[in-house]
């Protein structure tokens, strides 16, 4: 059974600051994905990462991939407050998608 | 632009009442989703259907059956609804080919007493 888990799971970051958010996933797949979640909102799709060392970057997000670690990575860059929200990996296991529990990210200046 | 609609997007059940809950999409996806949000636990796949005329159980299915009417449009029926089933459900829908991201709709918000 496929388990994708985040971390951490709350995160409260000062303007200015970089941090990584991390997923990790317990079996084989060459597919993940990232979307945010504002406060009661939908999902909104950020990356989709498709192959072993795949980068992707928007703005002050950047993800990448690594699946022989079964590892993807979120990096904030200088975060602002418009970054404040919940983070989402999804994985990805004969056509589902398995999520990861979120990572809330709350920035203050 | 509307994407993905559902309907209703609040509603407030009684135990052991009935209901429907409606998806559409007009981005002519094949694949299309229901999940349940749920505080701390994130997005749990409920059903899905990789293609119109065709269902499959996810990782929560107890307590749920779905109908895929046509290409656009995925229902989500309670048959007898339970306390446990308070959550948030998102519908969702996508390409057939794997590597384009899931599109959802905005939810809808249900409450059972």
């Known amino acids: 059974e496929l388990k994708v888990e985040q971390n951490p799971l709350f995160l409260s970051m000062q303007e200015g600051k970089n941090y990584t958010i991390y997923c990790n996933y317990s079996?084989?797949?060459?597919?993940l994905y990232w979307y945010r979640q504002d406060p009661g909102k939908s999902l909104e799709s950020l990356f989709v990462?498709?192959?072993?060392?795949a980068v992707k970057q928007e703005g002050r997000l950047m993800a990448s991939l690594d699946t022989k670690a079964r590892l993807s990575t979120l990096h904030i860059t200088a975060a602002v407050h418009d970054l404040s929200a919940t983070y989402f990996c999804?994985?990805?296991?004969?056509?589902?998608?398995?999520f990861g529990t979120g990572t809330r990210l709350q920035v203050f200046p | 632009n509307a994407g993905v609609t559902q309907t209703p997007k609040f509603q407030v059940l009684k135990t052991g009442q009935s209901m429907t809950l409606q998806c559409a999409q007009d981005m002519n996806h094949n694949s299309m989703y229901w999940y349940r949000q749920d505080p701390g636990m994130g997005l749990r796949l409920i059903y899905y259907?990789?293609?119109?005329?065709?269902?499959d159980k996810g990782e929560v299915p107890n307590g749920y059956n779905v109908s895929r009417l046509n290409k656009r449009e995925f229902s989500l029926r309670l048959e007898s609804a339970a306390p446990s089933q308070t959550s948030v459900y998102f519908c969702a829908s996508s390409e057939a080919q794997a590597n384009q991201p899931q599109h959802f709709g905005d939810g809808t918000r249900l409450s059972i007493l």
């Open positions: 990462l498709l192959s072993n060392g």
């Open positions: 079996t084989t797949s060459d597919r």
């Open positions: 259907s990789a293609s119109e005329g065709t269902t």
């Open positions: 999804a994985v990805e296991n004969t056509d589902k998608l398995i």
